[in-house]
Structure formats: C-alpha cells, structure tokens
C-alpha cells in the first residue's frame, strides 16, 4: 500500500488557520473534512467556527474508528454519530439554541470518508468534498447554490472591473456582494458601488441563474442572492424541503437523501483518492504532484475564479481561493 496527503491552506503563510483536516487509519479508514469558512469571527477553544467543526470530526472519527471494535456496520452509521459529537459540543459551550436558530453560529463541516472492508469500500460523502476512484471515476455532491452565488460574484467583477483595476478592489468587493448579498447597505461599498448597482447587479445575477437553471424556484434564487452567504445560504444548509437544499454536518439532522453512500467491490480497484474543494479540477493521475500540477494551472488559466472557475472566493497574492487537502490510496 501506498498512501501520499497533502494539505495546505489558503493562506500560506498561517498554517494554522487550515480549516481542512484529513484521516489515515490504515486498513479501515480513510476521510478529509473541510471545515465550512467562518461567517462572524467567534472562537471555540481556540479556533473559528469551521474549524473547530473539522476538528470535533477528525477527533471523533479517529477516536471511533481505531477502537479493537469500532462498531460501524456501515458508513451511514457514522451520520448520525458525528451529529451527536457536534450537538455534544454546542452544549458544552452553551451554544446550542444559538446554533439552533441561527447557522452562522454552528460547527459546520463536510466528510468524505472510505471505510476498508475485506471485500468493498463502503464510501460516504456528506457535502461537496469529492471520491476518486481509479483516477476515472468522480463522486462529488456538486451545489447548484455555489455556482449561483458565483454567478452573482461574476456579475459584480464586471461592474467593479471597469472602475477599478485593482485586484484587491475588484477581489474584496465582488466577495463583500456575494457575502452579504445586494440588499446590504451600499453606503460600505462605496465609491466602487452605488444602491442603484447593486439592484442592477442582482437583477443580472437572477436572470443569468434562472436561465441556468430553469427548473429551480426563482424564489430560492432570489433569497440566495439578495441574502448571500450570511443572510440566505444557511437557510439551504440540510434543508430537505429546498430545491437549493444541501448536505453538512453541523450538529443537527442531516437528510440522507442529501448523503451518497455506496460500496465498491475491492476486486480490481487500485486507486482511491480523497479531496476538499480547494481542487478546482482534479490531477491527471495518481499523487499530490499530479493534483498540485492541475491547481498551479488553475491558478495560471483563472486566478481571480472569475471565468473558466467561478466561485465565490478568488486568489489574491500568496492567499488562496481556499484551503486543499489531497488524501491518495493506492493498493
């Protein structure tokens, strides 16, 4: 067996503030978690909130899993098992009902996780870190959310773009938008944005969205881009009943209609390998140099992951878009 990880955050230079974590249990398991990015600043024994949600998982999986009998019949058993460690964690810090009420409060995090089994792997992914196999195959739980706050994140580049050509005008602006959504105060924008900007930006990021998705409620798009990512996108958070709806762990019920699970015959398989959304395209082959080869060319061809990678977050400088972590197995 042959395992390479990897894992750097976004921002070099503050190891520290790394809000992904990985898993090595060698012959039973094998995960990386990313913490969900802060939203308000509060810190849990040291760390922001999404970090200290990767922190609870990875400990409570490790704890778990390296037991003589770790009881995990299945992958899904550990759904409701890691919920519980959160939960456990919002009552020893006295958090609970602020969790419950607001979720730019919970210990937000998602799990990609394969289980070894004699003849199988029994796989999990709850929210969008991905599962390659064979360096073929791809199990991600992609977020129609993300690219419709990308979208929205987009259409503020172009405006801000023409008045400014200044990255970090243009990085921290667009980001600002796509935080806290089009129906903020302008007044903090300013100069770079007026009131009447941002209606003009919402309306666009709306239209592009519903013609992207046409199936989905143009309510649900509306809330999300007028909201943005504080304000709205928590309202999706493990929200069964919502077109836009997604799965996280943060310590309370997740739908597993939400969750992908499945076994994969060990027969035949040589390779799997773990990885958070930090990767904006996966390597061409096996092992950290070929992941690190895919992310050097992203940042080359789509710094500011404003056209071919759109997202919420761009690079600036030495900071990244976001932290990465590459976990690769081979039999």
């Not at 143009?218 to 928590?234: C, D, F, S, Y």
């Not at 061809?301 to 690769?328: E, H, M």
Request: charged share 30%.
């Amino acid at each position: 067996m042959r395992i390479e990880a990897f894992s750097e955050g976004k921002d070099p230079a503050r190891a520290d503030a790394n809000e992904d974590r990985f898993v090595i249990l060698p012959g039973r398991a094998y995960a990386v978690i990313d913490g969900v990015t802060d939203r308000i600043g509060a810190r849990y024994d040291g760390m922001l909130a999404g970090q200290y949600g990767a922190h609870l998982i990875k400990e409570a999986i490790e704890e778990r899993l390296g037991r003589s009998d770790p009881d995990i019949a299945d992958a899904r058993d550990l759904v409701p098992f890691v919920t519980g460690v959160i939960a456990a964690a919002y009552e020893r810090h006295g958090t609970y009902e602020k969790a419950r009420v607001d979720w730019n409060h919970r210990f937000s995090a998602t799990l990609a996780i394969a289980l070894e089994r004699p003849d199988h792997l029994d796989l999990l992914l709850v929210g969008d870190s991905g599962i390659r196999l064979d360096a073929a195959r791809d199990l991600r739980l992609e977020k129609d959310l993300d690219l419709i706050t990308a979208t929205a994140r987009q259409q503020v580049w172009k405006v801000v773009a023409a008045r400014s050509d200044d990255p970090a005008v243009r990085e921290t602006i667009s980001r600002r938008v796509t935080w806290s959504g089009t129906r903020q105060d302008a007044a903090g924008l300013a100069p770079h944005l007026r009131r009447d900007d941002l209606l003009a930006i919402e309306a666009a990021a709306i239209a592009a969205a519903c013609a992207r998705f046409p199936a989905l409620p143009t309510a649900e798009i509306e809330r999300l881009v007028r909201g943005g990512i504080i304000n709205a996108q928590g309202a999706f958070q493990n929200n069964a009943g919502a077109a836009l709806g997604y799965s996280c762990f943060d310590g309370f019920e997740v739908p597993m209609r939400f969750v992908h699970h499945e076994r994969v015959p060990r027969a035949g398989l040589r390779m799997v390998e773990l990885y958070t959304d930090g990767y904006f395209k996966p390597g061409a082959g096996f092992g950290i140099e070929s992941w690190e080869t895919a992310f050097r060319e992203v940042e080359a061809a789509d710094p500011a992951k404003i056209d071919r990678y759109p997202s919420v977050k761009g690079t600036l400088g030495i900071v990244k878009a976001d932290d990465r972590t590459y976990l690769g197995i081979e039999f």
